[in-house]
């Protein structure tokens, strides 16, 4: 029989635990995509970013055809990461270049988070190539973006068929506070969640308005440090 402890599951993310890869958000990738509109990718962006940069997550930021054809980063990401060397490629695959992989061996970690345009070519590419060499591999949806709906939503079957994790930008930034006690990132987690958090950061503004409210209010403890 099971027995239940108060402690969080093995693939809950943390900060420390695994590398964010975010990928070619670029103004030419963004024109063509139509699954999401570019306003909420921009902010889904944003929202990932910000979380990577306020929590110190290890972040690997890359472009392809920078100078040549795609264009920047949107600079919501790289305002957030203004330290990060944007590594550009020629490769659609993020996986078969040997700069990126460097770096990913250079961090260490076997926990990797992705998120970037398109979905169904720069992300499958790096995600199906990361988990056939044993990495524990995470993909944000609401952070991809394809040239249609059903060019994303097979993209994301056939990862997660192959054993990628789907999670959302929210989610993310949640996961990585999970627990308002811990007070030292508590208003960087609100914060963020208040800019990008669509309704919910309405909500937050609200309470703190209205009725002086947090999301911590409730909590009569101290919570056991992030592992």
């Known amino acids: 029989m099971a027995h239940a402890t108060p402690t969080p599951g ?3 993310l ?17 024109f063509a995509t139509q699954s999401i509109d570019t306003v909420t990718l921009r902010n889904n962006a944003a929202m990932v970013a910000e979380a990577a940069a306020g929590f110190q997550v290890s972040t690997i930021l890359t472009t ?26 020629t490769s659609m695959n993020t996986w078969e270049d040997a700069t990126v992989i460097q770096r990913v061996n250079e961090i260490g970690k076997n926990r990797l988070v992705l998120a970037g345009l398109w979905t169904s070519v720069c992300i ?30 097979r993209a994301m ?6 054993g990628a994790r789907p999670m959302t930008s929210l989610q993310y930034l949640l996961e990585l506070q999970r627990d308002w006690a811990r007070t030292e990132t ?10 990008f958090g669509g309704g919910y950061g309405l909500g937050l503004i609200y309470a703190k ?14 919570s056991v440090a992030a592992e």
């Open 10 to 12: 093995r693939t809950l």
């Open 14 to 30: 943390t900060p420390g635990d695994h590398t964010l890869i975010m990928i070619d958000f670029q103004s030419q990738m963004a």
């Open 64 to 89: 392809v055809a920078e100078k040549s054809f795609s264009g920047p980063m949107f600079s919501e990401i790289t305002d957030a990461l203004p330290e990060e060397t944007l590594l550009d490629r």
């Open 124 to 153: 499958v590419g790096p995600v199906l190539s990361a988990l056939d060499q044993g990495f524990e591999v995470y993909v944000i949806a609401d952070a991809c973006g394809d040239v249609t709906d059903e060019a994303h939503n």
């Open 157 to 162: 079957d056939r990862m997660v068929q192959a």
């Open 186 to 195: 508590y208003e960087l987690t609100t914060g963020i969640a208040k800019r």
């Open 209 to 222: 308005a209205m009725f002086g409210s947090s999301e911590g209010d409730h909590s009569a403890k101290a």
